[in-house]
């Protein structure tokens, strides 16, 4: 009996610490809770433009010629796209004399919505929180008045997040004084300093602003190099501003806050040449041409015999694809086109990933170690090929994008065939933004890019207007695939005959109103034109 009210006593006591702990780890109660909602940005800021304002506003009565030429090449946020007007001879072939055609997407999505302004607003709210989660106060403009005495790093000061740094470079030239004294204040952290010099006085150590001073400028200096910043409002990657003052003047400057990126390395398994088994994983999406397929694997055994290749099948009665090194990913009916890439991709493990149509077929020409060998080289992330029609014409298929800032019905997107350079050492191939449907690509890269699985029957360019400025794209004329079809690759096919197709034909049909709608609301175009 009393042995076991012992046991009871001190299970209950075990119990009672037991959920002390619970409690404990359910309210850590302790730690502040953070703000991270989408709003503006704090007073440092507003200083910022304020300063800027009265900097970039001065000598306004100095007189002036404006000049025209340069005039027009600054981006003035009235962006426009115009279809080159339609000139004598209609006949000739677009191949020799390209025509710009332009198309004004709002009109084309608002006019066939019952609630254009709901759509316009929608719009609007989804840009504004798009740019505050996009901006980083890093970005800010900061100008560097004449004649300051402070001295401070412009740039190249980082920090992980929560964590401490020493700020390096901060000083003050000055004339001799009585004293000598310095202000600093930070928003998303505390200021420090790692060690102190004699004869130096210091006011809000471990703080947000800290004042320095002392009566012997030399001793005041070799303090400041002891200053140190401490990251305590967590955020993955921003930018912390910080303001740096002396007597009248200001300055300020920025400390990235950010974790590193984070590496993910491949292991080929090779040290010397190129295993394309062990580097690449052949990509393919099929839709009713099983036949077609068959071909385009029995091509790729007589080159590669142990390359993985990975099938994405939307069809509706799909037939086992089978042999060695091939998945085959059944999806349901016709998920599309976009949508099976997607699958696809997602299952390369290889380095590298071919994307090829399913009506592609490998020949001598198709030689996977040369791309390879340039994506290894250069910085280029993704390289395309030729795709040989059965005609015998190569098609390479490059474009290159610019997008002019526009005002609140949004920006123009403008394409046009051509590149911008040949790369050095790799004379056949060529810098673009858009490419082709035959090419391999860094699979990290492409995973982050992604698919949009809305564009369910067509899409090629909408890719790469997503990748724009994340993808280094090329192009290379030597290296080949060819194309068993004699319908020509819709990308081939003249931008002007094909947004013909888009906008005035498929205007009713539910596709084309899909892909006004990814370049209207999506990606904010107001208007596009092409040539
Ligand atoms: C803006 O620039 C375009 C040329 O890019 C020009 O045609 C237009 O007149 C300019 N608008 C203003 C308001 O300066
Ligand atoms: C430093 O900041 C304090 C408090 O904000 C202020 O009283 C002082 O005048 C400032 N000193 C300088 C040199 O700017
Ligand atoms: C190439 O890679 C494949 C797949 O990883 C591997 O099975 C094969 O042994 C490798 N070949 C050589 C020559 O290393």
Request: proline share 4%; charged share 20%.
């Amino acid at each position: 009996m009393r042995v076991i009210s012992k046991k009871g006593f001190v299970l209950v006591v075990a119990s009672g610490f037991l959920l002390l702990a619970l409690i404990y780890s359910w309210c850590p109660g302790k730690k502040p809770s953070m703000d991270i909602g989408l709003k503006q940005r704090g007073h440092i800021e507003n200083l910022l433009k304020k300063r800027n304002k009265d900097i970039l506003s001065s000598y306004h009565d100095i007189p002036y010629v404006l000049k025209e030429s340069v005039l027009r090449e600054l981006a003035n946020g009235t962006c426009e796209c115009q279809a080159d007007e339609n000139k004598i001879n209609l006949q000739l072939p677009h191949i020799l004399f390209p025509r710009v055609w332009a198309s004004n997407l709002n009109h084309a999505y608002l006019e066939s919505d019952s609630d254009p302004e709901g759509v316009k607003g929608r719009r609007d709210k989804e840009y504004s929180s798009f740019q505050r989660r996009s901006s980083s106060p890093a970005d800010v403009l900061i100008v560097a008045e004449a004649n300051s005495p402070l001295q401070y790093p412009t740039q190249g000061v980082a920090v992980r997040p929560m964590k401490t740094i020493i700020i390096p470079g901060l000083g003050l030239k000055q004339d001799p004084r009585p004293t000598h004294t310095v202000n600093l204040s930070v928003t998303m952290g505390t200021l420090d300093v790692a060690a102190t010099v004699v004869g130096v006085s210091i006011t809000g150590e471990g703080q947000k602003t800290m004042e320095l001073s002392s009566n012997i400028l030399s001793k005041l200096n070799r303090q400041l190099q002891f200053v140190t910043y401490t990251n305590t409002l967590f955020h993955p990657k921003t930018a912390d501003t910080v303001l740096y003052e002396s007597g009248g003047h200001q300055a300020a400057f920025t400390i990235k806050v950010g974790h590193s990126a984070i590496p993910k390395l491949y292991n080929s398994g090779t040290n010397e040449g190129y295993n394309i088994s062990a580097l690449v994983t052949i990509a393919t999406k099929t839709f009713l041409r099983y036949d077609k397929l068959q071909d385009l694997i029995d091509s790729i055994r007589q080159y590669y015999p142990t390359v993985l290749i990975v099938i994405a099948d939307d069809n509706e009665h799909p037939q086992p694809v089978t042999g060695p090194h091939i998945d085959q990913y059944i999806m349901p009916f016709g998920k599309g086109w976009f949508a099976g890439r997607n699958l696809a991709v997602s299952q390369v493990t290889t380095k590298y990933v071919l994307w090829v149509d399913d009506d592609f077929f490998f020949t001598e020409s198709t030689k996977l170690e040369k791309m390879v060998d340039i994506l290894e080289k250069t910085t280029l992330d993704l390289v395309a090929g030729a795709v040989r029609e059965v005609t015998g014409y190569s098609a390479t298929y490059r474009h290159t994008f610019s997008v002019d800032e526009g005002d609140s019905e949004g920006d123009c997107l403008h394409i046009r065939q051509g590149y911008y350079q040949t790369i050095q050492g790799f004379p056949d191939c060529v810098v673009a933004d858009a490419v082709i449907n035959f090419f391999m690509a860094r699979t990290d890269k492409m995973l982050r890019i992604g698919f949009d699985p809305r564009l369910s029957r067509r899409g090629h360019l909408e890719f790469f207007i997503d990748a724009l400025g994340s993808l280094h794209v090329g192009s290379c004329s030597d290296v080949k695939i060819g194309h068993a079809s004699k319908i020509v690759l819709p990308w081939s096919k003249s931008e002007s005959e094909k947004s013909y197709d888009k906008f005035r034909y498929s205007s009713t049909d539910s596709e084309g109103r899909m892909h006004t709608e990814v370049y209207y609301f999506k990606n904010r175009f107001k208007c596009m034109s092409s040539n």
